[in-house]
């Protein structure tokens, strides 16, 4: 038996919408400044790029410092003061420093959000010498 001609109007006429939708994809980190795992010197800013545009104001980012030479058991610390912008191809947020970072380890924590508001967490760490 033959599906009635209207019910595969209606599936063809579903799928073309279906396809025509468009797809939403989160944003990954495609490359940051420091690398993730590096060790580095004079730090004063980072940067992060993403595999598509982002919100730079529901966008940003954490830095803390996870350890130091030469003190055993030390507090993670939370970095401030740095100022977030977002460049002017819409994918990389930098961050900018008020001062060189001090050696030590350091976690670096982001979020980006699309203007779809398609929302993607991450983090990573890096070393300072």
Avoid: C
């Amino acid at each position: 038996m033959k599906p009635p001609r209207s019910a595969v109007s209606g599936l063809i006429a579903l799928l073309s919408f279906a396809a025509a939708t468009p797809t939403f994809a989160q944003p990954s980190l495609v490359k940051s400044t420091p690398a993730a795992q590096s060790t580095v010197s004079n730090v004063k800013a980072l940067t992060l790029t993403f595999s598509s545009a982002i919100d730079g104001p529901s966008s940003g980012a954490a830095i803390v410092m996870t350890s130091m030479p030469g003190m055993a058991n030390h507090a993670p610390m939370t970095v401030t003061g740095f100022k977030t912008s977002l460049g002017t191809d819409g994918k990389t947020l930098t961050l900018t420093l008020p001062r060189a970072l001090p050696a030590g380890t350091y976690t670096l924590s982001w979020h980006a959000v699309t203007s779809d508001r398609q929302r993607q967490e991450g983090k990573y760490d890096f070393a300072v010498r």
